[in-house]
């Protein structure tokens, strides 16, 4: 009961705002680990950040719609449970005492969902007085929490907060509103949470967040991937962080090393300030090599590219000397919000990275929808609760089965292609046909826009396939018959070889790009690539490592995009490297079969390469 309670502290210091930071004396000094997943140092004031509090106003549901209301009611409970159960199932791995406490509160959260009181008040409520289910929630909620005020029991009263957090819940479903309201925090602040979503680090605001920290998530998942391209510091994986954050305390978030620092003692506190200073000095420095190309010792030119999340990434794209982008992600485009972007919102966002790179080549990637990227448009109809997501009708097997959702894509492509060379790339291709109905949706959309009068080139840009599943790397050969170029993503690739989900902290550790079977797929499609002379790059986050660089650029890659943070320090690892060398050790790794004799090999490599 103690156990269950602390957490219970923590989500209600969160949905009711009421800070339980008032308990006395100075608290100790606390240090928490978890993955480190964006490197960085933030110091600011711990911001609860998993549940505030959504605004919900009254409408009247005309009589013929009240069935519709509450079967939309419904649907926001299944998810409510739908989430529980994946929160109690990732729960139950977590170490320590954590099983217990998060498992004892979600299982009294999944009983309130379960025909109870609340939920049979709700339904009755939007049918009685004909309103909206979001406010029916909002005031069955309050007359549970008076009518249980009344009975004047500690017991009671403390599950009167574990309905409030549970109708803030199935209000957030219903509205569809991410978890969490940055916009009043105080600048530099740090946001704790349970889970951070991509939709909600799409939210974040740099210069508002100094960084975040979240019990869940792994270093690939796209939040993570998010926070890199935001330079937010950040840290996944932290399992303490339920029984001991407080609201407001001073917090440090160190996410090269994973740690968390919580009231932190003032010597700490000046320790971090200095690495700060440091670091910001080092990022300077790397600045400098912008206007370098990126050569190695022996003149070989190898192509850098950035990868775009969010659009304020454009900037530092070219900040950071990209040549082009080779990566964009067009899911946040229908991210945080209900309905789908038109051709036009799409076109003009296209138009503007093409102009915005003046002439550099822009990839744009058809939607990867799915998984952990569910826009809310599509989450009812075209993404039906799957038993695997990951392995689910997703990417293009959604597009190419929603063709009004994925002409209108191509559409806004091909109208952007005439500001300037873009490339078209398609994510989870798995075959041929793929690649064959894409080209015939893309001549069918072209011949629809010429016949509106838009005028659209002759020559299609060039369609190219990610190179992220398994069974895609054996059957490059195949697939470089009817693509133009490839792109690697290790990022799911990994994933799928080694069977490891992305963003599970549990197995984490076990993500490892050095897997020979990993290299033994990249270095596979880069020979397919190499005989049909199409071009073929890495998008992943393997790719804006600089320890990974020799390797790749030694496996015959030439192209390597990534997060726009990334790039000064993969070019400053690439002028000190000698291609031949490079090329020697790479063979030399891919006779290895054990993995840490293939990390000995890299990272000595790296270290003479340094020293040199
Ligand atoms: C990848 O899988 O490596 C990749 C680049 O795509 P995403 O991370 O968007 O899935
Ligand atoms: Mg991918």
Not at 227 to 245: E, Q
Not at 588 to 612: K, P, V, Y
């Amino acid at each position: 009961m103690q156990r269950s309670k602390r957490w219970r502290a923590w989500s209600n210091a969160s949905l009711m705002r009421t800070d339980d930071g008032s308990q006395g004396a100075a608290p100790d000094e606390q240090r928490l680990r978890g993955i480190g997943v964006s490197p960085g140092i933030a110091i600011g004031r711990a911001f609860i950040g998993d549940r505030g509090p959504v605004t919900v106003t009254e409408t009247a549901i005309p009589e013929t719609a009240l069935a519709a209301e509450r079967a939309r009611f419904a649907e926001a409970v299944a998810q409510a449970q739908k989430q529980l159960r994946r929160l109690k199932a990732r729960a139950a791995a977590l170490p320590g005492s954590a099983p217990d406490e998060i498992g004892y509160l979600l299982d009294a959260h999944l009983a309130m969902l379960a025909n109870s009181r609340l939920v049979r008040g709700v339904h009755q409520r939007i049918a009685s007085a004909r309103i909206n289910a979001e406010r029916a929630v909002e005031l069955e909620i309050e007359n549970i929490a008076k009518s249980f005020a009344q009975m004047r029991d500690s017991y009671l009263a403390a599950r009167v907060e574990d309905i409030r957090v549970v109708g803030s819940r199935l209000i957030r479903n219903l509205v569809k509103k991410p978890y969490v309201t940055y916009a009043t925090l105080d600048e530099g602040a740090v946001v704790l949470a349970e889970e951070v979503t991509p939709a909600d680090t799409a939210l974040m605001d740099p210069r508002r967040i100094g960084g975040f920290a979240a019990v869940f998530g792994g270093a690939e998942s796209h939040a993570a991937i998010m926070a890199r391209a935001l330079g937010l510091p950040a840290v996944m994986g932290v399992a303490g962080l339920a029984t001991r954050a407080r609201s407001g305390a001073t917090v440090i978030v160190d996410g090269a090393q994973g740690i968390v620092i919580l009231d932190p003692e003032p010597a700490t506190l000046e320790a971090y300030r200095a690495r700060q200073e440091a670091l910001i000095r080092e990022r300077r420095h790397l600045g400098r090599l912008r206007r370098l190309a990126a050569v190695t010792r022996d003149g070989v030119e190898i192509r850098l590219d950035a990868n775009l999340e969010l659009p304020v990434e454009l900037d530092q794209a070219l900040a950071n000397g990209a040549m082009g982008l080779g990566l964009v992600r067009t899911e946040f485009l229908f991210l945080n919000r209900d309905d789908l972007p038109d051709e036009d919102e799409q076109y003009e966002f296209y138009a503007g990275l093409v102009r915005g790179m003046g002439g550099r080549p822009v990839t744009l990637r058809t939607l990867d929808a799915g998984n952990d990227k569910l826009p809310d448009a599509l989450a009812s109809s075209a993404l039906p609760d799957a038993a695997n997501p990951a392995l689910g009708l997703r990417a293009i097997r959604l597009s190419l089965k929603e063709r009004r959702l994925f002409d209108t894509q191509l559409a806004a492509m091909l109208r952007a292609a005439r500001e300037g060379p873009i490339r078209i790339l398609l994510p989870m291709v798995s075959s041929v046909g793929e690649i064959r109905r894409t080209r015939e949706a893309l001549d069918q959309v072209a011949r629809r826009l010429r016949r509106r009068g838009v005028p659209v080139a002759e020559v299609m840009p060039p369609l190219g396939v990610m190179i992220e599943i398994p069974g895609a790397a054996l059957a490059a050969d195949a697939l470089a018959s009817e693509a133009d170029f490839f792109a690697i993503g290790t990022n799911d690739l990994i994933q799928y070889t080694l069977a490891i989900d992305r963003s599970d902290e549990q197995v984490a550790h076990l993500y490892n790009p050095l897997h020979p079977g990993v290299l033994r797929l990249i270095e596979f499609a880069v020979e397919a690539a190499a005989r049909r002379r199409i071009p073929i790059g890495i998008c992943g986050e393997m790719a804006g490592d600089p320890r990974y660089a020799a390797l790749l650029l030694g496996l015959g890659l030439r192209e390597l995009s990534m997060s726009p943070g990334n790039l000064p320090r993969v070019k400053h690892r690439i002028r000190h490297l000698d291609m031949i060398a490079a090329t020697r050790r790479a063979e030399a790794i891919m006779d290895q079969s054990d993995m840490g004799r293939i990390a000995a090999l890299l990272d000595d490599f790296n270290a003479m390469a340094e020293l040199g």
